[in-house]
């Protein structure tokens, strides 16, 4: 017998004990006597996370593709790694230090970037460990951060060469600013929210009388304007171009201009400039020579260049004032509801604002070129294929990257500027400056950080050893899958690819699966803000990670979000739960009823089973064993893991457990014989069973795996060989009459809860018209079909009784119980009379509300056609019910 195995499955019992044999064992890392590598680059999860469902979900995945492909033989590797996440994480010490009473400019640069140094060191590592509690089989001793030294080298590497072919650039424009973080953001840093605003309709004097009415949703710019625009051919202006308006509150004369990018369809479609405050604007301003007055601080408050008693309000505040002041002096046209878009900073969601800076910039259309050549071409592929639409758009409308950041934390722009008077030179360097290299005078180094982005865009390679020509770098550059959430398409993905081919001539990867989003119930996104998080750690230590996992998996197709209650953890978690315990029941009555190593299926040898041994039964389970093979392989392949969990489910569940384990129990008791054969056949399939799982649910697999009979010392599931495709073992025939069992047994069951039979009451069945697949499966089977339908008398012909229940099979088999040494007939026939007098009142009452003219004319339609969905289920009912009293011979 094998060693005693617990009644019920702990997860807590096995998980941390498995992980620690996969890691000693050296499972995670790649087996170098592979030749075919397979690589998966970790999305790096920020030094400041902690693990949420977002994490879970992507990890699990990642993992799922990785245990699979390591179990197909392949050169597995997948890299870990965490990004210094410059705005985050300065402001996670920001904070810090702000409950001391002091800001990051009290203690200096230097000091500040050590203070972050060392809250990295200590809480840096923390998701890494959360990761692991979840199965992640990542190959640790890889593990990089992205301010390494290493990777800290070559995002300097990939700055100066960008530099030295034009495509990194110091540019004087509008870029997205947040006043909290005091930084500039990216255009897709700056995320879009739909918010209900105002649309303030404002007249500027003429200068020649009357006014002029512009449009607007942020009045405090105005305080800015030096222009009025309108397009070279709306009529109402034509005669305008080239006058001026009185700006109000400045006192300004500030010129009409004729400009092509205004929409005379928009408000009045006269258009004020402000060209330090608005992308479109400084365009305006520039193709008309229009001054830009910066009217905020960097805090967003109202500078010095505007009216004193503006000076220093916030801008909403500003906003106030200045349409208060319209109005007092008559000039506020209207005001309007407004839904627009408006940006947010993607860290701490404060309202972004349109600045005039200098900053640097990365070229894009060049190296867009490619990367969008790449996808059109076939060799860059995504899951879904949407998701490839929205990459070209993106790629076919790209704009110049803001790469400069203005803080403290993160890779330092590699710039020097001489500060000699009579040189003033810029140097780009791959090493530190201590002089200028053409005067020798003093430099001083730019001060702000590069985007993080910019580092996370070269981890495919950097983290391999690139710009060096490392052994690692040959291997496994170019990598395969990526999986991550569609919000980082754009920021990270595209941009990786731009990179690869940029600076490696190849694509980082092939295949970008981008999965859905964790959403709660009300299909809202899993946010701290919102409160409606799940914390997976709690999700493991309640259920186990096997059951996160499975639900993960299971619950969501591709293309398609996952929905959980974060206020019912039991029931959002329950299908991975229930699934584990069956599994593992499963498993236990398997391997308890096994004295040793099973004979073997298939071989030459004395022992191994004879195909005139199996049992229909038996042929039926390795067929099905097969066809889910093949089944959970291409999906795995495909991507389509929701339906690679749904096979191994079904196998498991219901083939396995539910009719194979329950067929082969007398053989295993010794009732009858056979049980030798029945053990072969139950060890071989669960085994393969538990190989096809492994990927979601590794460690209750492993745990069961290793309990087989027969395994070498040290043999792990996680580095087991994945089940290969066999096609001596389909059987279409035995299918097919294995699945009538299965339908005669499912009749009979549905015959006697109709009827109420209890449980443990045996009845009779009689079956008429058997197809010739129905006699052999019938013949087969016999004992089988009486003792899971709790048959006392399985009879073929035509029955002497007339009451009872029928069915029809598939084939055409006519299946008969009768009923009336089963059930007390009276007391049916008058429970269902009663039944049907009930219904008869429902349906006389509804037929009267229906026809009343009066109702059906006024209730709303919805109303009146629910109504009529009553009237025609309490029809239906009552026609089943007299059905079944015929059937019984009631009077």
């Known amino acids: 017998m094998t060693r005693q195995i617990p009644p019920q499955f702990d997860p807590r019992a096995i998980e941390q004990t498995i992980y620690e044999r996969w890691a000693a064992a050296g499972v995670f890392a790649p087996r170098t006597d592979r030749a075919d590598p397979y690589v998966i680059m970790m999305p790096p999860p920020n030094v ?116 030295e072919k034009g495509l990194v650039y110091r540019g004087h424009y509008i870029i997205n600013w947040c006043p909290r973080c005091l930084t500039a953001l990216s255009n897709e840093e700056a995320e879009k ?151 947010h900073c993607y860290r701490c969601d404060t309202v972004v604002e349109p600045r005039l800076s200098d900053q640097w910039f990365v070229r894009m259309e060049p190296l867009a070129r490619p990367a969008l050549e790449a996808y059109r071409s076939g060799r860059l592929r995504f899951i879904p294929e949407r998701r490839g639409d929205e990459y070209a758009m993106w790629m076919e409308n790209i704009r110049d990257w803001v790469i400069s950041r203005q803080l403290w934390w993160g890779h330092r722009i590699p710039v020097w500027y001489c500060e000699s008077a009579g040189c003033g030179r810029t140097s780009v360097s791959r090493s530190d400056l201590d002089a200028c290299p053409g005067c020798g005078g003093r430099v001083r180094q730019d001060d702000d950080v590069l985007d993080t982005w910019f580092s996370s865009w070269l981890v495919p390679f950097s983290s391999l050893g690139w710009p060096d020509a490392t052994p ?68 493991v230590q309640r259920f186990g990670a096997d059951a996160l996992r499975f639900t993960s998996v299971s619950g969501m197709s591709v293309g398609t979000d996952l929905i959980l209650d974060p206020s019912d953890l039991e029931t959002s978690f329950a299908s991975g739960r229930n699934f584990a315990n069956k599994l593992w029941n499963a498993g236990r009555f398997i391997l308890t009823n096994l004295d040793g190593p099973a004979r073997p299926l298939a071989g030459r040898g004395r022992n191994a089973i004879r195909d005139e041994e199996l049992t229909l039964a038996d042929r039926w389970i390795i067929a099905r064993c097969e066809a889910t093979v093949v089944e959970a392989t291409e999906a795995y392949e495909r991507y389509r893991l929701n339906d690679a969990a749904g096979a191994a489910y079904r196998f498991i569940w219901s083939d396995l457990a539910d009719w194979y384990i329950e067929q082969i129990k ?134 002497a009784e007339r009451v009872g229940g029928n069915a029809v099979l598939s084939d055409g088999t006519a299946v008969f119980v009768p009923l009336g040494d089963a059930i007390d007939l009276d007391r049916e026939c008058a429970r269902l009379g009663a039944e049907i007098t009930r219904l008869g009142g429902l349906v006389a009452s509804q037929e009267r509300k229906l026809g009343n003219e009066q109702f059906v004319a006024r209730a709303p339609a919805t109303v009146v056609e629910t109504e009529r969905q009553k009237l025609a289920t309490w029809r239906e009912q009552a026609e089943v019910l007299s059905s079944k009293r015929s059937l019984l011979g009631c009077a």
């Open 193 to 343: 929210e739909e918010t209900a605003g105002r649309l303030w309709h404002l007249r500027y004097p003429l200068e020649k009388g009357g006014h002029l009415v512009v449009a607007t949703t942020r009045p405090e710019t105005m305080l800015g304007d030096t222009g009025v625009a309108v397009h070279p051919r709306d009529k109402r202006y034509r005669k305008l171009i080239g006058s001026s308006v009185l700006l109000p509150l400045v006192d300004r004369r500030i010129p009409i201009v004729a400009d092509d990018a205004v929409d005379p369809g928009f408000g009045s479609g006269a258009v004020k400039v402000t060209p330090a405050h608005d992308p479109t604007d400084f365009e305006i301003g520039k193709r008309a020579g229009l001054e830009s007055i910066d009217i905020m601080t960097p805090e967003a408050r109202m500078a010095e260049t505007v009216p004193e008693r503006f000076q220093g309000l916030d801008r909403f505040e500003a906003r106030r004032r200045v349409v208060e002041e319209f109005e007092a002096l008559g000039l506020l046209e209207k005001v309007e509801e407004h839904q627009h878009g408006v940006g």
């Open 472 to 539: 690692d770098l040959a291997r496994y550059y170019p990598g395969h899958a990526l999986v991550t959430a569609p919000e980082i398409l754009f920021f990270w993905v595209a941009r990786m690819v731009m990179a690869g081919q940029e600076f490696m001539g190849d694509l980082p990867f092939t295949d970008v699966y981008l999965h859905g989003t964790v959403r709660d119930t009300q299909h809202r996104k899993m946010s701290k803000s919102l409160g409606n998080g799940i914390d997976p750690l709690e999700v």
């Open 48 to 163: 400041t996370a902690h693990l949420h469902m977002g994490h879970g979900l992507n990890d699990t995945i990642q993992d799922t593709l990785i245990r699979f492909e390591r179990m197909r033989g392949r050169a597995v590797l997948w890299l870990p790694g965490t990004d210094h996440a410059g705005i985050a994480t300065q402001n996670v010490v920001e904070r810090a230090i702000a409950r001391e009473g002091l800001t990051r400019f009290d203690l200096g640069r230097d000091a500040f970037v050590a203070r972050v140094w060392s809250y990295v060191a200590e809480t840096g590592a923390t998701i890494l460990e959360q990761i692991k509690a979840i199965g992640a089989s990542c190959d640790w001793s890889r593990t990089y951060f992205t301010l390494d030294e290493g990777l800290s080298r070559a995002v300097r590497e990939a700055f100066v060469r960008l530099y």
């Open 666 to 799: 007398p053989r295993l008791y010794g009732d009858v014989p056979g049980g030798d054969v029945a053990r072969a056949v139950a060890t071989q399939t669960f085994d393969t069973a538990l190989r096809l799982l492994h990927p979601i649910m590794p460690f209750i697999t492993e745990e069961l795996w290793g309990r087989i009979p027969g395994r070498r010392d040290g043999a792990l599931l996680a580095s087991a060989r994945w089940p290969r495709s066999d096609p001596r073992a389909r059987n279409d025939a035995a299918l097919r009459e294995f699945a009538l069992v299965q339908e005669l047994v499912g009749a009979i069951r549905a015959i006697r809860a109709e009827y109420g039979i209890p449980p443990g009451q045996a009845v009779r069945a009689s079956i008429t018209n058997l197809s010739p697949a129905a006699q052999r499966a019938v013949e087969q089977e016999r004992a089988t079909i009486l003792r899971l339908a709790k048959l006392s008398e399985l009879v073929r012909g035509a029955p």
